[in-house]
Every structure is written in structure tokens, then in C-alpha cells.
């Protein structure tokens, strides 16, 4: 059935042009002054219909990457698995994707489909009505014209909007198939905008689950971050865990979770991802591999302690259980190795926040990873590790000077320094 509404139910804002990114205006303009049809579409309307400021303005157009290429010298087209065309502002880039058909309507080679159903390569350009069938939410196969200041809905988008519903387009449990991440996608849209899924989508989540097994792992890191970075981390946490998505994304953090009686490392994840959502609400930054500091905590530290038992230093006990801990997650979800020596380094550190000679904290103070480690330090003793006299007197330490400083500081055991040299040389 097709459903096309141009009129806007009474509590969904109208869209006002002083809301819509101007160089995508220009970008729809120059395209349709072409002969094509160009439609600004997905999250930034749904968000400007919700009176929201969108992320990002992506077009969806009738023309094919090679004609929006000959029509913006700043074009670049990428993606072999879905060809995109970037237009380039300086280091912004405004996303234009061709309408595309059902993925087995075109030539063999442009759209493939493995033997689980997924979709492997995605490159059959269609008409504007086949691409909202393709498309994964009600809410985010809205199509707007800011020419005409015109919406086209033909999935009833614009009543989940009003109804605050997430719903799969087409037969939920074939959608789900062709591409798994759209459960991930489903939470994460919930918890953003505070919105139910229906039930018939909601209700394959848990059975489905186990597809996300045959995600890309590069793309399920991805997919984390916009998860728990998306502002309503906690809340997608939330939901991840009811719908037990966990086991197959975070395995460590979901074990981890199970085997900690105190309740020590889920309040440690409580806290960490609410002050992850505060400070992206109010534009601070936040770091990939802090997040996985925290998600892989409890495990790391254990494993240290066992290696520990085995007659390693504790600084090498460290590092082995960094290494096999980080492995573990990495079968699931790729961690770019510029962001696990991140995570490597905060750990590490944790160990060395119990030196108290003013040489050593000094040096520590001006190590590059001392703000994220000492941060991770307080969330720790938040939660109710013994470890809040060290984070008091690291923040003393920071706020004093000159000689307050040199007081808070033992004096560093020459007898034992000698010593060591000693039996060093020896
Ligand atoms: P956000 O605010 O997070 O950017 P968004 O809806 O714009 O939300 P994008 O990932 O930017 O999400 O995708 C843009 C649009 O492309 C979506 O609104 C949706 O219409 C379509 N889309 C994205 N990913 C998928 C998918 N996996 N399956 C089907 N359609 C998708
Ligand atoms: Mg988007």
C-alpha cells in the first residue's frame, strides 16, 4: 500500500527554512535545476520534524554517481559494497546517495545477497519509490523538498513520528536478515529519541540476535560508538542488555557484568557512560579507547591480579592481561590498534598513581595519557574501588604549588633507591 501525506499532524513541527543547511539546499537546487529529482532524506528530516538540529544532511537523488560527479567539481565517490558521492565544502562533505531498487533487480554483481540473506553489495540505482522500501525505519524513509518545501511519506513515517514508534519497513524478520545491524540501529534510535519499537520488530531482536555473529567486525566498532557515544549512552546500554544483544557485541563487559558480585563494575559503567552522555550533550569530546578502558575493566584488572598470583610484576601482569583481553573483543568488534594503546596506556597507569615522590609525580603530570588516566582513577573510586585516598591526593597534587606541592610528597627511600642500583649492577 502507498501512503503519500504532505500534511503535518499538529505536534510535529513544521520544517523552517532557516533550520536546513544551506549548502545542501544549493546541492538539491543544482540537482534539480539538472533535470533530476533530489530529496534531502533519513535522519535530518525526521529530526527537523522533531524540532531537533540535525547531525547531518544526506540527498538522495535520481542521479547516478557519475552524473552528480560531472556536476560538482568537488565530488569524490566512494564505497565498493554502496557507491556514494561526497561533495566537499573545505573538509566538510555534504552525502548524496542514488535511489536505489531492490537489491535483486539489477545486473549480477551490482546487488548480491549471501547465503544468510545479507546484503553484500548493494548497487542497483531504482526510482525514488523503490528507495523508500529499502530504507530501515518508517521514521527514517521521509523524503523532503526544501524547493517545495514538500514531504513525501509512503510508509507512515510521519505517524510513527507523532506516535514515537520505531518500526522496520516490509517484513521485519527479512529485513533484520539482510542486514543485522539494523537491530543495533532499532536500540539506538529507541534510546536517542526516547521512542518504543513496535512489538513485531521488537520481538525478533532477541531470537536474531546471534546474526550479528556474521557482521563485519570493523563495522560493529563503528556501530558501538554511535551507540555509546550517541548522548543517551546509558540508556542504549540499557537496552542492549534487556534485549541481550550484549553477549554478541560485548562479550567481555556481558561475562564481566555476571561474575562481579559487588556491583563494583556496573556502577563503574553507570557512571562512566552517564558522564560520557553529559559530556557529549554539551559538545566536550569524548575518547573510543576510554570507553573501552571502562568496558573491559573488571576482566582486565582480575586477570592481572591472577597473573599476578603466577610470580609476574604487577606492571607485566598488566600488560599480558591487557593483550588477551583486548584480543577477546577483538574477534568481535575490530579496535583500531591507534585506540587500544590508548586503553593499554590508561590502564598501565592506574598502577603507577601510587607513587608519592615529587620526581615521579611530576613526570607523571606532564605524561600525554595523565588526564584520561587520572579521570578513569576517580570514576573508579566513584564506583568503590579502594582507590579514592589516591585520587584525592592526585587531585591535591594538581590543584597545589611550589612548596604545597613539595608537601603532600614523600621523600624519596634513598637507602632502597641505592639498593636497587646495587643489585642491579650485581
Ligand atoms: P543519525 O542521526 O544517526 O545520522 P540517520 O537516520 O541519518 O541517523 P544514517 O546512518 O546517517 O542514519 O543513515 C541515513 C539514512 O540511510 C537512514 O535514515 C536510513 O534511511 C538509511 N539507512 C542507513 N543505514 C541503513 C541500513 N542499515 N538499512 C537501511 N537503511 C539504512
Ligand atoms: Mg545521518
Excluded at 533535470?35 to 547516478?64: E, W
Excluded at 598501565?348 to 609525580?361: C, E, I, K, S, T
Aim: proline fraction near 4%; hydrophobic fraction near 40%; aromatic fraction near 8%.
Amino acid at each position: 500500500m502507498i501512503e503519500q501525506t504532505m500534511e503535518l499532524p499538529a505536534s510535529l513541527h513544521p520544517i523552517s527554512s532557516d533550520k536546513i543547511c544551506k549548502r545542501s539546499f544549493e546541492v538539491v537546487q543544482r540537482l534539480q535545476q539538472a533535470g533530476h529529482q533530489a530529496y534531502l532524506v533519513g535522519g535530518c528530516v525526521r529530526d527537523l520534524l522533531l524540532g531537533q538540529t540535525p547531525k547531518d544532511f544526506d540527498i538522495a537523488t535520481s542521479a547516478h554517481p557519475e552524473q552528480v560527479r560531472r556536476l560538482f567539481s568537488s565530488c569524490r565517490l566512494i564505497g565498493r559494497r554502496f557507491r556514494l558521492a561526497h561533495i566537499y565544502f573545505g573538509r566538510d562533505y555534504i552525502e548524496v546517495a542514488t535511489f536505489r531498487a531492490p537489491h535483486d533487480s539489477g545486473a549480477e554483481g551490482q546487488g548480491q545477497v549471501n547465503d544468510d540473506g545479507r546484503i553484500t553489495h548493494d548497487n542497483v540505482y531504482g526510482t525514488l519509490e523503490e528507495d523508500v522500501w529499502r530504507r530501515d525505519f518508517t521514521i527514517n524513509a521521509l523524503f523532503y523538498d526544501p524547493i517545495q518545501n514538500e514531504i513525501l511519506d509512503y510508509v507512515g513515517g510521519l505517524r510513527d513520528l507523532e506516535e514515537r514508534r520505531i518500526r522496520l519497513i516490509g517484513d521485519p524478520e527479512s529485513r533484520f536478515r539482510e542486514d543485522p545491524v539494523r537491530m543495533l540501529r532499532a536500540v539506538r534510535f529507541a534510546a536517542k529519541l526516547d521512542f518504543s519499537i513496535s512489538p513485531e520488530t521488537r520481538d525478533l531482536i532477541l531470537p536474531m540476535a546471534p546474526l550479528l555473529d556474521g557482521v563485519a567486525s570493523a563495522r560493529l566498532f563503528d556501530e558501538i560508538l554511535k551507540m555509546l557515544h550517541s548522548g543517551a549512552g546509558r540508556r542504549t546500554f540499557e537496552l542492549l542488555r534487556e534485549y541481550d544483544i550484549l553477549p554478541f557485541l560485548l562479550p567481555v563487559t556481558d561475562d564481566s557484568l555476571y561474575e562481579d558480585s559487588t556491583g563494583i563494575f556496573a556502577r563503574l559503567l553507570e557512571i562512566s557512560l552517564n558522564n560520557t552522555d553529559r559530556r557529549v550533550r554539551s559538545g566536550l569530546s569524548v575518547m573510543p579507547p576510554f570507553l573501552y578502558a571502562v568496558l573491559l575493566w573488571h576482566k582486565v584488572s582480575t586477570l592481572a591480579l591472577q597473573i599476578q598470583e603466577d610470580d609476574y610484576p604487577e606492571m607485566q601482569a598488566m600488560q599480558i592481561a591487557a593483550s588477551e583481553v583486548l584480543n577477546e573483543q577483538v574477534d568481535f568488534t575490530a579496535i583500531p590498534r591507534r585506540f587500544s594503546n590508548i586503553t593499554r596506556e590508561i590502564w598501565g597507569l592506574q598502577l603507577r598513581f601510587r607513587v608519592r615522590d615529587l620526581r615521579r609525580a611530576s613526570a607523571l603530570l606532564h605524561n600525554n595519557r595523565f588526564r584520561a588516566a587520572y579521570d578513569f582513577l576517580c570514576l573508579r573510586a566513584q564506583a568503590g574501588e579502594p582507590v579514592a585516598d589516591d585520587c584525592a591526593w592526585w587531585t591535591a597534587f594538581q590543584e597545589a604549588e611550589g612548596e604545597a606541592r613539595v608537601a603532600l610528597c614523600e621523600k624519596p627511600d634513598r637507602s632502597r633507591t641505592r639498593n636497587n642500583r646495587r643489585r642491579r649492577r650485581s
